[in-house]
Structure formats: structure tokens, C-alpha cells
């Protein structure tokens, strides 16, 4: 390939890519300027096409956890893919990664693969909307569990940052079926399935919501959802993509002891290749064809390379537990921010769980897509410059969350820390 600068590559790409980027929150609209190119990427590192090294606190928006380009999931996928790319058939590795899924994740009891975590939340959905014979579906705002049509309803991600939660092309008879609630509100639950006894298939949501910045629930809160659930015989789905494997092996619902119907995964069982997955209730799951009557599939469901990629990378999290690491270096980053903001006088909240935090320039505690909205995203993006100009890359949007790998350790978490202060210094 002829090595060209980032600003050259984006004007090759906006002639023939919408946009020029082929995921929305890539195009740096937010924060504004024009984006960059990477050429390759080792450790914590960034590499760009105009030969900068960055510090990524974006980790490919979740999957590397242990750096990029490891030198044992680059083996893996070699190994791999010395046998083929895809052979359309079940493959050894498609079971391995369920007994490694089904040991870790506590609710799950049988899963099934799939390509990305949009198709393991749709799939999610008509699962539970099979089981219940129900047709309603309860989201919170600001939760994105992907772009299909049920779900990019008041939604996080990308969508909060241009401006537009609502996509056009979804039907409003669509739309009708999904009840959109507040997150961390109790009564605005009560009442959605006060309002519609016995047509709610599922409440679905992120556990720690982190497409509109990082949320945490307030104390109790989850196993109200539980209880809500269970009493109206609705499916609870925990939309762990982000968390899953991040905040802990067992995702959030080891941390908080909260047992899921539904589970959907994606990001880090697929070593940095794309994947999804979705497990649950064997009494659930096994309403899936071939089996059951509620239809799925996908030709590169389970591939090899992504499932060898996937396996390495959970065997890593098993043999170095590296969890406490992580969230000493996302307290660091944490306590950085906090300081410099007080220094400063900026108000200022930063949300931190583990090796996941993000950055709200407002005074009120954010507590739900509400509060989030009040942010200073303009500020913000003085603020993403300010870090980029000297090497650290974050978020391009004030609503995103922030990734840690373990290959931050040491130097790099120390250089990004003192970056972050001397960019809320000249804010």
C-alpha cells in the first residue's frame, strides 16, 4: 500500500466512503477537526499514517485488554489460520470458546455465537420476545446495544454525538413496541409494566451503561430490575459487550451478584477480531433453531480465527488476573483528572469502574442520559486536542467511555496522566 498522510487517506476515503469512516464517532464531528489514520498499532501505542505515537485510551472501543497486537493472540490467529480462514462447518474452537464462556459467565448456561454485538443484542430480543410470545421491549436512554431498529431509540454512542439519538429509517410501528425509561429511576419501571401487564418481552440494558459517557447504578438498583423481571415474567438482559470480561471475568454481573436471563457479549472473545455472542438460561436458549422455533444464524458465526483469537485472550485474563491492576491505573487516571479540574475550577465528575472511566465537565452527578446531557462537550473537545496534541488519544466525543489495557502499566499510564493535566491546565 503507497504510504500516504491521514489528511490525504481522508480525502481518498470521503469520495467514496460516507463520511469518510466506515463507524460514525470515527469522523472527530464532536470534537471537530478531521481524523487520523492508523498504520499499526503495539502495546498502548498508537501508530499513526503521519508517524505520531499515541497513547490509546479507545483500545479498539473495548476488545484490547491486553494491548494491541499481543504477541500470544498473534500466534493464536497464525496457528489458525495455518488451517484455513472459514470453513462453514462447525470447528474445534467454537466449543472451546463455549466451555471457557459457559465456566466464566455465571448465567450462562449454553451460548451461541455470532458476528458482532449488534447481532447478539437483536438476536437477544427475538429470543426473549420467542420465549415470552410477547412483543414489547423495555430499553433505558442513552444505553446503546446497536443500530438495529428496535434498539436505536434514544440511544448512546455515535447517535447521542451527532446530534440525532432517533435514526431515520426506523418504522414508528417499531419504535411503538419499545418503552424507553429513564436509567436509575425505580417508579419509571413500576409503572412501564403497570402500563402494560403482560406485553413486556424483556427489559434490556447495560448494566454499567457506557455509551453516554460511563454511568454507574445506584446501590440496589440492578436487583430491583431483577426482582421486576421475575415478578412479570419478563426476560432481564444484561448487555455486557463492553463489560464483559472488562470490569471482571464474570463481567458486572460477577461484581454485583445479579443473575441475568439473557447475556450478550462481544469485544474481548474476539482478541481484536469482530465477534458477538449471546447465552443465557439453557431453558431459553434452547428455543433457538435448530432446536426451537426462534430463527438465527450467520455464515461466520464461530470463525476460527476469531474464536482462536478469543480463546487466548480469556486464558490470559484466567492465568494473570489482572483486575486489581487495572483498576489502580483507572484510579490513577481518575484521581489525575479530579485534581487537575479542582485546580482548575472546572466542575468536573469522573466515573470510574476497573479499566473503564470517563470525563463529565458539568458540576451535577450523572446519574442518567438526562445529566449526562449536561456536560460541557465543548469544553471536551478543547480538552480531547489539548491530550491529542501531546500524545494521548481518547474518545472523539464527549459521551463516550475510556479503555485501559495492562500494556499501559509503568511509563505510559504515568506520561498519559501527566498529558491530562497539562491539557486541563490550559483549557
Given at each position: 500500500?503507497?504510504?500516504?498522510?491521514?489528511?490525504?487517506?481522508?480525502?481518498?476515503?470521503?469520495?467514496?466512503?460516507?463520511?469518510?469512516?466506515?463507524?460514525?464517532?470515527?469522523?472527530?464531528?464532536?470534537?471537530?477537526?478531521?481524523?487520523?489514520?492508523?498504520?499499526?498499532?503495539?502495546?498502548?501505542?498508537?501508530?499513526?499514517?503521519?508517524?505520531?505515537?499515541?497513547?490509546?485510551?479507545?483500545?479498539?472501543?473495548?476488545?484490547?485488554?491486553?494491548?494491541?497486537?499481543?504477541?500470544?493472540?498473534?500466534?493464536?490467529?497464525?496457528e489458525a489460520l495455518d488451517h484455513g480462514?472459514?470453513?462453514?462447518?462447525?470447528?474445534?474452537y467454537e466449543v472451546e470458546m463455549a466451555?471457557?464462556?459457559?465456566?466464566?459467565?455465571?448465567?450462562?448456561?449454553?451460548?451461541?455465537?455470532?458476528?458482532?454485538?449488534?447481532?447478539?443484542?437483536?438476536?437477544?430480543?427475538?429470543?426473549?420476545?420467542?420465549?415470552?410470545?410477547?412483543?414489547?421491549?423495555?430499553?433505558?436512554?442513552?444505553?446503546?446495544?446497536?443500530?438495529?431498529?428496535?434498539?436505536?431509540?434514544?440511544?448512546?454512542?455515535?447517535?447521542?454525538?451527532?446530534?440525532?439519538?432517533?435514526?431515520?429509517?426506523?418504522?414508528?410501528?417499531?419504535?411503538?413496541?419499545?418503552?424507553?425509561?429513564?436509567?436509575?429511576?425505580?417508579?419509571?419501571?413500576?409503572?412501564?409494566?403497570?402500563?402494560?401487564?403482560?406485553?413486556?418481552?424483556?427489559?434490556?440494558?447495560?448494566?454499567?451503561?457506557?455509551?453516554?459517557?460511563?454511568?454507574?447504578?445506584?446501590?440496589?438498583?440492578?436487583?430491583?430490575?431483577?426482582?421486576?423481571?421475575?415478578?412479570?415474567?419478563?426476560?432481564?438482559?444484561?448487555?455486557?459487550?463492553?463489560?464483559?470480561?472488562?470490569?471482571?471475568?464474570?463481567?458486572?454481573?460477577?461484581?454485583?451478584?445479579?443473575?441475568?436471563?439473557?447475556?450478550?457479549?462481544?469485544?474481548?472473545?474476539?482478541?481484536?477480531?469482530?465477534?458477538?455472542?449471546?447465552?443465557?438460561?439453557?431453558?431459553?436458549?434452547?428455543?433457538?433453531?435448530?432446536?426451537?422455533?426462534?430463527?438465527?444464524?450467520?455464515?461466520?458465526?464461530?470463525?476460527?480465527?476469531?474464536?482462536?483469537?478469543?480463546?487466548?485472550?480469556?486464558?490470559?485474563?484466567?492465568?494473570?488476573?489482572?483486575?486489581?491492576?487495572?483498576?489502580?491505573?483507572?484510579?490513577?487516571?481518575?484521581?489525575?483528572?479530579?485534581?487537575?479540574?479542582?485546580?482548575?475550577?472546572?466542575?468536573?465528575?469522573?466515573?470510574?469502574?476497573?479499566?473503564?472511566?470517563?470525563?463529565?465537565?458539568?458540576?451535577?452527578?450523572?446519574?442518567?442520559?438526562?445529566?449526562?446531557?449536561?456536560?460541557?462537550?465543548?469544553?471536551?473537545?478543547?480538552?480531547?486536542?489539548?491530550?491529542?496534541?501531546?500524545?494521548?488519544?481518547?474518545?472523539?466525543?464527549?459521551?463516550?467511555?475510556?479503555?485501559?489495557?495492562?500494556?499501559?502499566?509503568?511509563?505510559?499510564?504515568?506520561?498519559?496522566?501527566?498529558?491530562?493535566?497539562?491539557?486541563?491546565?490550559?483549557?
Amino acid at each position: 500500500m503507497t504510504l500516504m498522510t491521514s489528511e490525504q487517506l481522508f480525502a481518498r476515503a470521503r469520495q467514496l466512503i460516507p463520511g469518510g469512516v466506515n463507524s460514525p464517532v470515527r469522523a472527530f464531528r464532536s470534537v471537530g477537526g478531521a481524523p487520523f489514520f492508523v498504520k499499526s498499532a503495539t502495546g498502548a501505542t498508537l501508530t499513526t499514517a503521519d508517524d505520531r505515537d499515541l497513547i490509546d485510551f479507545v483500545c479498539t472501543w473495548g476488545p484490547a485488554i491486553h494491548g494491541h497486537n499481543h504477541p500470544r493472540i498473534k500466534a493464536a490467529i497464525a496457528e489458525a489460520l495455518d488451517h484455513g480462514t472459514s470453513f462453514g462447518t462447525p470447528n474445534p474452537y467454537e466449543v472451546e470458546m463455549a466451555e471457557l464462556i459457559v465456566a466464566l459467565v455465571p448465567s450462562i448456561e449454553k451460548v451461541r455465537m455470532c458476528n458482532s454485538g449488534t447481532e447478539a443484542t437483536m438476536s437477544a430480543i427475538r429470543l426473549a420476545r420467542g420465549f415470552t410470545r410477547r412483543d414489547k421491549i423495555i430499553k433505558f436512554s442513552g444505553c446503546y446495544h446497536g443500530h438495529s431498529d428496535s434498539l436505536l431509540i434514544k440511544a448512546g454512542s455515535g447517535a447521542l454525538t451527532h446530534g440525532n439519538p432517533d435514526s431515520a429509517g426506523v418504522p414508528a410501528s417499531f419504535a411503538r413496541e419499545t418503552v424507553v425509561l429513564p436509567f436509575n429511576n425505580r417508579d419509571a419501571v413500576t409503572a412501564a409494566f403497570a402500563a402494560n401487564p403482560g406485553q413486556i418481552a424483556c427489559i434490556i440494558l447495560e448494566p454499567y451503561p457506557a455509551n453516554v459517557g460511563l454511568i454507574l447504578p445506584e446501590p440496589g438498583y440492578l436487583a430491583f430490575l431483577r426482582e421486576q423481571c421475575t415478578s412479570n415474567g419478563a426476560v432481564l438482559i444484561f448487555d455486557e459487550v463492553m463489560t464483559g470480561f472488562r470490569v471482571a471475568k464474570g463481567g458486572v454481573q460477577e461484581i454485583e451478584r445479579i443473575k441475568p436471563d439473557l447475556t450478550t457479549l462481544g469485544k474481548i472473545i474476539g482478541g481484536g477480531l469482530p465477534v458477538g455472542a449471546f447465552g443465557g438460561r439453557a431453558e431459553i436458549m434452547d428455543n433457538l433453531a435448530p432446536v426451537g422455533p426462534v430463527y438465527q444464524a450467520g455464515t461466520l458465526s464461530g470463525n476460527p480465527l476469531a474464536m482462536a483469537a478469543g480463546i487466548t485472550a480469556l486464558k490470559m485474563l484466567k492465568e494473570e488476573e489482572p483486575y486489581p491492576r487495572l483498576d489502580r491505573m483507572g484510579r490513577q487516571i481518575r484521581d489525575t483528572l479530579l485534581s487537575a479540574t479542582r485546580a482548575k475550577g472546572i466542575p468536573a465528575t469522573v466515573p470510574q469502574t476497573g479499566s473503564m472511566f470517563s470525563l463529565y465537565l458539568s458540576p451535577t452527578l450523572v446519574r442518567d442520559y438526562a445529566t449526562a446531557l449536561q456536560t460541557d462537550a465543548k469544553l471536551f473537545g478543547k480538552f480531547f486536542h489539548a491530550c491529542l496534541s501531546k500524545g494521548v488519544y481518547l474518545p472523539p466525543s464527549a459521551f463516550e467511555a475510556c479503555f485501559i489495557s495492562t500494556a499501559h502499566e509503568g511509563s505510559a499510564i504515568d506520561r498519559a496522566c501527566e498529558i491530562m493535566s497539562d491539557a486541563v491546565r490550559s483549557l
